[in-house]
Structures are given as structure tokens and as C-alpha cells.
């Protein structure tokens, strides 16, 4: 049994501490100027109130003490040039700190992208993994991300902070009580906020959930595939219905969140209108009381003002670090969780193609065929109850011609996503030329497997770069031909004016076109054989082709899979006979294998579904009553 690994590692729990810690470790080493000037930045935004405060206590200062007209000259000369300079240096410093801001963007959406791309296909798919994924990206991406202003609002609470400490020492020389009557008001408010801040980790993901849900709708709405059964079947006043519900839920969570904020804001307006008027008592007394020159009332009331807007400031930006440090927390936990245990851990190690690998993808190189060996192979869905797959026990011979056949629901889908290493079995194991799965690495597995699905998607790349599977230069043009023309495809793209260079997708570039359903599974198929694989695997290749095209591709696929381990996927059973051996999967089980021949001669299931197949095209009209009386063989093949 193939174990998984993925609870492994225990989910972990990063605290403000944490991830402030690697926030800035991530800001160093990205960008270290960058860095650097967020610090300097906050460093000259504290540094500023204090010569702006100066000034005007200098200005009285020399008038209550009859300064010389050159000593008070020089004395505002050198303020007004300090100042002048400070606010040149925190122009430049915060218009380059937001210039920065976008490539931190940038790496998060790479990290984000890598993690999609590297997870394995079961992962890829499951519920929670995309839940988690659009909550990273919402952190981004939504109005006021703290995410994407996360260097401001460190720098703003570096200088917040910094300005809340020297300004209370400055007050206290004056009076021991002057900063507490401002920082107890403060920690009563803060208090408040983290309260508000608990709430929203709570409603958070509800609100998260209904947004996840709109983007989908919308999604749908600019699908040009769902366009078309959205107008034929009146699904627009639906989804409008859908989207209108999950922005209400969505309204409700954050409107419930918001309030907790907003009654600790209530009570902050409140506390600092006591403090502010209990400052000025104060001064105001010492004027009175001739203890306190105007020069010094002027820059005392400025250090309340600064430190009453340091407090506001950190206040405001430590709830903005509270939810930075939330969304830091939940990419860290995305990008640090497992992301599948079906091939070795290391990225690293399927990193490198090896020389064999490079033999087998050079064009004209038969690679070497392996087999394939299924022991008692389950798979069961996550939160089904009954298995797909049941105890499956088959080798896959080494060069042999495998079909698997079977009813619509029977798992040959699921089936061909274990071996194509995109699943993991529930219980059993496979193995791929003697190895198990969880001894290959991921891209040296899969290079072993050209596989052909039944949902064709085509990348916005020219016709050559998509049967490659490269958007380079290196492309081999002449074997790209060769695979078109062996998958049916080549008049159809020597007929369009650039030929192998048209690109495609319509709706992403200007001059890209769209192909049929049956030219996109032909355009796979080219793919498939310019991968050159030693394991060939067609699930439904012919499903959107005419009887003729499917006749055409069976014969084409005999040739190309000669040499190789080929397993070939439908519910046609007559689009069988060209292979060695034939599987017949019914219930998760393989109930029936052997030639076409033998198993028409066991007269079992696949027998009787063979005929029922048979009898419905010779059923089908005189035509076809005519093709089966005049060449019995084809009828069936047709079949």
C-alpha cells in the first residue's frame, strides 16, 4: 500500500512575533535597499514633527530672551534648512518605498502560482486546497489588501512607535503623569481592538467563502463554453440569483466584523478628547502659575499632539499588523503545506532529465517499453463511501496493446488517473517498471506517460509550441508536421496562412483562432506522439470524432503505439480489436480480459454489450444496413 504523507507535518501556528520575523528576513533578502529605506523612512518621519515643533518655540523663544538679530537668524536659518532637507529625503525615501511595493506583489504571485503547479492532482482538486487558495489570493488581490501596503504600514508603525517613545520621555521630564493620561487611554482602546480583531478571524472565513463563490459565477459568466448553455437554457437570472445571495452573506460577515471595529473606534474618539482636555488643563495651570515660559507651553501642547497621533497611529496600524499578520499566517500555512506524497519529496530530484530521458524524447529513438503492475488497487473518492475502484490485480506487459473498456461510471477515468500518476490508491500499489510510484520523481515519472484526456485544453501558444509543449525556439518543426499529419491534422493546418504558427486562443490574442472538438483531440494526440513516451494513454481520444475520423485514428494509433505500453480507453468495444488484450471494467471491478475473440467466445458481459452496440448501427437505417451486409468486419468495426 502506498502510504500518504500528507498529515505528515504538523500544521503549524505562526504568531505577530513570527511573522513580523519573516517579513522582514523576506524583505532583506528580496530587496534589501528596499529594506533599508522603509527603515531610514521611519527614522525621518519621526524626526520631522519634532524640527516642525521647534520651530515655533524657537521663534518665541528669542523674542521672551531678546536674541541677537545673528543669533536668531543663524538658529532659524539651520531649522528651516534641516527641515527643508528632511522633507526632500522623505519625499524621495516614500516615493521609491512604493515603487518597491509591486515586485513583493509579484513574488507572492509566483509563490502562489509554483504552489498550484507543484501540488499533486488530487490535491489540485480538492475542496479545501481552493478554499485556501482563493483566501491567499483574496488577501492580495481585495480593495485595501494589507498584503500589498504591507512595507507602508510597517513603515507607518515603525514611526508611530518610535514617535510614541520620545515624545513620552519628553513629557516625562515635565510631569510623570503627562504620558500616562495619553498611553492608558491608548492600551484601553488597544484592548478594545484586539477584541474586534479575535471577531474577525472568526467571521473572516464566511465572508471568504461567499466571495469565492461570486468570482466563480463570474468566472462562468466570461466562459465562452458555459456562454452558450447559459443563453440556449436561461441560466443568467439563476446565476444573478446566486451571485446576489452569496453578496449578501458576504455583506452580513464583514458588516458583523466591521462593527466590533467600529465601537472600539467610538470609544477611542471618546478617550482622547479626556485626554486632550486634561493636557491642556495642565499647561494652561503652569502659564497661570508663571512655572511655564509661552515657548514651552507652545512645544509641550505640540508633544501631546504628537504623541496623542503616535497612539492613534500605532493603534490604527496595529490592528492593519494584526490582519497582516493573519494573512501572512494563512500564506505561510498554503505554501508550506505538503503538497502530495505520491513521488519523492524533493523537488530537486525530478528536477534534472536524465540522459536516458533525453534518448527517449529524441525524435526517431524507439524508447524502451516498461511494464506496469496494479496490486490490489482501491481508490475511493474523499467523502465516498464506496469505492471506485476495487482490488484491481493486472501487469501491463511491456510493449503489449492494452483496451480498457467498460459502461459510463464504471472508473476507467479514475483508473487511467492512478497510472498516470495523478492519484494515489487508497489502498494497493502500482509500479512502473519494476519501481513504485513513490520512487520516481515527479518529472521523471512523467515523462515516461504521453496521455490523451477527454477534456482537451489548449494554451494561447502557436499550433507548433502546443504540440511541442515548449514556447521556445527549440522547437522541431519537421517532426511537428510529422505528429500532425499522423493525428489527421496537417491538411487542415496547411490550409491556414501561417500553418504550424497560427496561434491559438481567440479570446486571448488578437489573431488566434478556435478549433472544432474534434480538432482539439486531434491536436492532443499530435502532442502525445511528439512526446514520444515509452507509455501511451488515450482516455475517449475519438469521443468528438465521426465514425470515419475514428476509424482513421485507430489505425494511426496501431502504427504509433508499436513498440510502446499503450493503454487505449472507451466505451466503444469495437474500437478494441486492434489491441493485444482487452480489460473489461465493470462496478471498480475487472470482471472480464482477454482478445476480442476469447471474450466474444465467453459470451459474458463484454459480449452481450458488444452486441447491443452492434445492434444499434445495424439498426440505424438502410444505409447502414447496406455498409454491414456488404462488409461485415466493418459493420462491427464501426461498431
Not at 521630564?173 to 479575535?198: D, E, G, I, S, T
Not at 468495444?573 to 471498480?588: M, Q, W, Y
Request: glycine letters at 8%.
Amino acid at each position: 500500500m502506498e502510504k500518504k504523507s500528507g498529515n505528515k507535518n504538523k500544521k503549524r501556528n505562526y504568531n505577530f512575533v513570527s511573522n513580523a520575523t519573516w517579513h522582514w528576513k523576506e524583505q532583506f533578502r528580496r530587496e534589501p535597499l528596499s529594506a533599508t529605506s522603509v527603515l531610514l523612512l521611519s527614522a525621518v518621519a519621526v524626526i520631522l514633527p519634532l524640527l516642525n515643533a521647534r520651530l515655533p518655540k524657537l521663534v518665541l523663544q528669542g523674542l521672551e530672551e531678546r536674541w541677537a538679530l545673528s543669533r536668531f537668524a543663524a538658529g532659524l536659518f539651520a531649522l528651516v534648512a534641516a527641515l527643508a532637507g528632511a522633507n526632500m529625503l522623505q519625499a524621495a525615501l516614500r516615493a521609491y518605498t512604493r515603487r518597491m511595493q509591486g515586485p513583493f506583489e509579484d513574488d507572492f504571485n509566483l509563490w502562489l502560482l509554483k504552489k498550484r503547479l507543484w501540488v499533486d492532482y488530487e490535491i489540485l482538486e480538492s475542496r479545501r486546497f481552493n478554499e485556501e487558495a482563493h483566501a491567499v489570493y483574496d488577501s492580495l488581490y481585495r480593495a485595501h489588501s494589507v498584503v500589498r501596503d504591507s512595507s507602508m504600514i510597517w513603515q507607518q508603525s515603525l514611526t508611530a512607535m518610535g514617535g510614541l517613545v520620545i515624545y513620552a520621555l519628553i513629557l516625562f521630564q515635565q510631569n510623570p503623569v503627562l504620558p500616562l493620561l495619553v498611553m492608558v487611554p491608548a492600551m484601553l482602546v488597544f484592548l478594545l481592538k484586539r477584541q474586534a480583531m479575535k471577531r474577525d478571524h472568526v467571521l473572516r472565513p464566511a465572508a471568504d467563502e461567499a466571495s469565492r463563490k461570486m468570482r466563480y459565477v463570474e468566472e462562468r459568466s466570461w466562459d465562452f463554453q458555459t456562454g452558450k448553455d447559459i443563453r440556449m437554457y436561461d441560466l443568467g437570472g439563476w446565476l444573478l440569483d446566486i451571485l446576489k445571495r452569496e453578496r449578501f452573506a458576504g455583506e452580513t460577515s464583514v458588516r458583523r466584523l466591521e462593527n466590533g471595529y467600529f465601537a472600539a473606534n467610538l470609544c477611542d474618539a471618546v478617550l482622547c478628547f479626556i485626554r486632550d482636555a486634561g493636557a491642556y488643563l495642565y499647561f494652561i495651570f503652569q502659564i497661570v502659575q508663571r512655572s511655564l515660559p509661552v515657548s514651552d507651553f507652545v512645544w509641550y501642547i505640540s508633544m501631546v499632539a504628537g504623541c496623542q497621533q503616535a497612539c492613534s497611529a500605532l493603534l490604527e496600524n496595529g490592528e492593519l499588523l494584526g490582519r497582516l499578520s493573519f494573512d501572512y499566517s494563512r500564506l505561510r500555512l498554503f505554501l508550506e503545506a505538503p503538497e502530495g506524497g505520491i513521488f519523492r519529496e524533493k523537488r530537486e530530484a525530478a528536477g534534472g532529465e536524465t540522459g536516458e530521458d533525453a534518448q527517449k524524447r529524441r525524435p526517431g529513438v524507439q524508447p524502451k517499453a516498461v511494464g506496469i503492475e496494479l496490486e490490489h488497487v482501491s481508490f475511493a473518492y474523499p467523502g465516498s463511501g464506496e469505492p471506485t475502484l476495487k482490488d484491481l490485480n493486472v501487469t501491463l506487459r511491456p510493449g503489449e496493446k492494452i483496451a480498457l473498456v467498460g459502461l459510463n461510471g464504471a472508473g476507467k477515468s479514475t483508473l487511467v488517473k492512478l497510472l498516470c500518476g495523478l492519484y494515489r490508491p487508497t489502498e494497493g500499489s502500482i509500479r512502473v517498471d519494476g519501481r513504485p510510484l513513490s520512487g520516481y520523481g515527479r518529472e521523471e515519472y512523467f515523462s515516461l506517460i504521453a496521455a490523451v484526456f477527454q477534456d482537451v485544453k489548449l494554451l494561447p501558444l502557436t499550433i507548433a509550441q502546443n504540440v511541442a509543449s515548449e514556447n521556445t525556439d527549440a522547437v522541431d518543426r519537421q517532426r511537428v508536421r510529422q505528429c500532425l499529419a499522423l493525428a489527421g491534422l496537417l491538411e487542415m493546418v496547411d490550409s491556414l496562412p501561417q500553418k504550424e504558427d497560427t496561434p491559438l486562443g481567440r479570446g486571448v490574442l488578437d489573431d488566434g483562432i478556435e478549433l472544432s472538438g474534434g480538432e482539439r483531440q486531434k491536436m492532443w494526440m499530435a502532442r502525445a506522439f511528439y512526446k514520444n513516451a515509452p507509455v501511451l494513454i488515450l482516455d475517449e481520444p475519438t469521443a468528438a470524432l465521426d465514425p470515419l475520423a475514428e476509424q482513421e485514428i485507430y489505425e494511426k494509433y496501431v502504427r504509433m503505439s508499436e513498440g510502446k505500453t499503450s493503454l487505449f480507453i472507451s466505451h466503444r468495444l469495437a474500437s478494441t480489436r486492434f489491441c493485444d488484450r482487452i480489460l473489461f471494467l465493470e462496478n471498480g471491478r475487472i470482471t472480464e480480459q482477454g482478445s476480442h475473440e476469447e471474450l466474444m467466445c465467453k459470451k459474458g458481459a463484454y459480449a452481450r454489450l458488444f452486441e447491443v452496440q452492434g445492434k444499434y448501427y445495424r439498426e440505424g437505417g438502410p444505409s447502414e444496413e447496406a455498409s454491414v451486409a456488404a462488409d461485415p468486419a466493418e459493420g462491427e468495426a464501426l461498431a
